[in-house]
Every structure is written in C-alpha cells, then in structure tokens.
C-alpha cells in the first residue's frame, strides 16, 4: 500500500443498547426513549469518536492470524470514516503499539497455556436480547484441560484521550457476557458457572492514569452472570418504560439528546442552578449534585467554543470575539545553543536531578524512587466520590480523634 492510500472503514450498525453507551442507558434509562421519540440515532459520535474508530481499524488489521503487520506499517495513511479522514499519525502508531504489544503477550500466554479461542474485532449479539449486540476487540479463551471449564480474558481499546474508562465499567462487562453468552450457544460450556476467570482489561494509552495506562479487573464467571441478570436485564427493561428516569451524569457526554440540545433534564438543571440559593446556603447533598449540573453546563459551553472557533476560521463573524495568535512560551532558534555556549560557558547549561518519574526509566530507577522518593502533603481539596484516592477526614476530626487518643 502507498503512503497516501485511504483505507475505508465498514459502516457497522450501533445497538441503542449497546456496550458503548450501556453507562448512560443504565443511569438514564429514559435516553433511550426519548431519542427514539425526536427520530435522534446512535451516540453523539464527533471527530474523537471517529478517530477512535480510524485507530480500531488499524488495530483489526495488524491483529489479523499471520498478518505480520505492525501499526508502523499504516504511518502516514489515512482512513475513512463517515466523511472525513484520519491520518495514521505517530500519535496513534504510538498509542496502538503500546495495545498491540499487550494483546501479543496475552495472546501468546493463553496459547501457552493449551486450547484457546481467540475472538479478534468479532461482532456478537446476545441470543436473548435483540438489542444486546456489538463488536469486541479482542476475547481470549482458554480452554481449561479436561474440567470443561474456561478462562476468559477481554482486552477493550480505548483510543480517547478526554475520558477515563475503568475496566468496572459496564460496557466491558457487556462484552464479556456476550463471550459468555456465544460460549454457551457453541456448547464450549454450559453455563456461567463454567467459566473460572473473567479478566476485563482496558487499553487506554493515551491518557496517564495513576493504575498505568493498561488496567485490568478480574471476577469470576458467576459473578458477571449476577450483574448481567441483576443490573443489565433490569437496565434493559427499564428503557422501555416511557416513565423511566431521566438523570444528568457524566454519561450525558455522548447522549444524542444532550447534542440535539433537546433534553428537558438539562434544561431544568439550568434553570435550578441559575435560581439556587447562593452555595454557602447550600447542605452538602445539594452542592455535591449541583457541582455535577454546572460541571455538565460548562461542557456544553466547550461545545460553543469548538463551534464559534470553526466558524470564525471560515471566516464569519462571532459577536464579541475575534480570532487572535494563541499566546506560546519562548523557544531557542537554531543559532542559540552554539552562541550561548559561546557567551555564557558551562553557565548556558543548568544540571538538574531527574524527576522521579524520569528516574524510574533508568535501570534500578525502580528500586532508587520506592527509597527515596515521596509524596509531599498539599492539603485537602475536593474530589468526585470515583476519584481512586483514599476519603480523608477533615483536619478537625482527624485532631480530635488524635485528642481522644492522647486522654
Ligand atoms: S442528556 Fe443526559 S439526562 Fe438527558 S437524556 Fe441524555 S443522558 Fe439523560
């Protein structure tokens, strides 16, 4: 293939009830309806999404049996998607290399270990539910010997750089059940009690998260039978009612109804955020819920932004703005380093010590930074209840029950 060639992505069906968008229909059951009812379709897929569908292509190419490609291979090309076109950048071979590599290594693991069944980019649909379907990345399955018992391993990759997916997070659980559910109806096993070991593995390499960039969660296959009977069923059955719940959350993000701008929660949550008593009347349920409002009111507000600055580049007028250089740090020119040494001597250069982070590159790093490396106290501030850091107490309780101890 040349350097310039396109590559034309499939267009596959979305499931309103699918993986992808399972965090909003469960926490907004109503979405579902309600976008049915103002003829809206699929998830709210922008440039980001069809970026992270440009990448999946790639990735179902280089992980093809006996491909021999490597995402190195696609640099430079572009795919099409919809009716627009991604370039193959070193960003993305980057960031598919690190995925790649992963899925080599469990793959080789789980065919070391015996029998195995490798599902790669495989489209699935539940055999109860016409709307359960959808495309997993990757599913590894090891047959165990002679228990008729199974392990199974899905590794999900995220190309987004703007949200942070768990692998708790139910669209990987959805995953998962579809295997399970695919295992069962090829008679590999006979019920969920069979399968040994769930693990749920995210690939997300281009967000640094404080669990790395490759996360995993592990349960067992009775477990993931009682979320899919208790929590998904149930989920499901409730998008059908035309009463169901209609909540703000973090999954508004992608909801067609938030981008129609159509949706009657965030209306009200404008209006009731606009007429709150002011914050410091506010109990702690009613601020907690309202931060969550406002933090969804100022997302749409980048929304806004994206779309005046597009139409300000093509050249129509926005009230009250106008396009201006964006403000950049000082860089050296070419001449400088030899016309610094020059005049400065070894005063150009400043000798610092390496970061922690850059430390732990180097070899025994690992070892240097656990000794001699902390985490300095800066205080308490604010986080979302999912935030992974440990709930603190008050300075006050904390000297209190440090007064307790004293008596
Ligand atoms: S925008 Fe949010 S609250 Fe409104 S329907 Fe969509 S998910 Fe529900």
Known sequence: MSAQATIVTEEIGHSPLGASSADRWLNCPRSIGLAKELGLTGDAAGPAAEQGTAAHEILERVMQPDSGLEPMDFFGQ?????????EVDADMVEALNIACNHVWTEMGKVKAEGEAIVFIEESMKHSDHDLMYGTVDVGL???LTGRQKVKIKILDYKHGAGVVVEPTSPQIKYYATLIGNRLMNDFVIESFDDIEEVTLTIMQPRIPHADGVIREFTMTGPELWAWYIDECVPGMERTKDPNAILQIGKWCGFCPVAKAKQCPAIGAAIVEVMTAIPPEAQDGETLGR???KIKFIAKMLEGYQEAA???ALAGEKVWGHKLVDQIGNRVWGSSAEAAAIETFGDEAYEK???SPAQMEKVEGG???VAQHAFKPQKGLTLAPSSDKRKEQK???DRLM???NIDL
Do not use: A, D, H, R
Not at 78 to 86: A, D, H, L, M
């Open 309 to 311: 600055f597009k139409k």
């Open 352 to 354: 610092k010590l390496k």
């Open 78 to 86: 572009f795919v099409e998607v919809g009716e627009n076109k991604y």
């Open 401 to 403: 029950e440090q007064e």
């Open 141 to 143: 399955v090891s047959l």
């Open 290 to 292: 309202n931060i969550e």
């Open 366 to 368: 690992k070892k240097f």
């Open 394 to 396: 008050p300075l006050m």
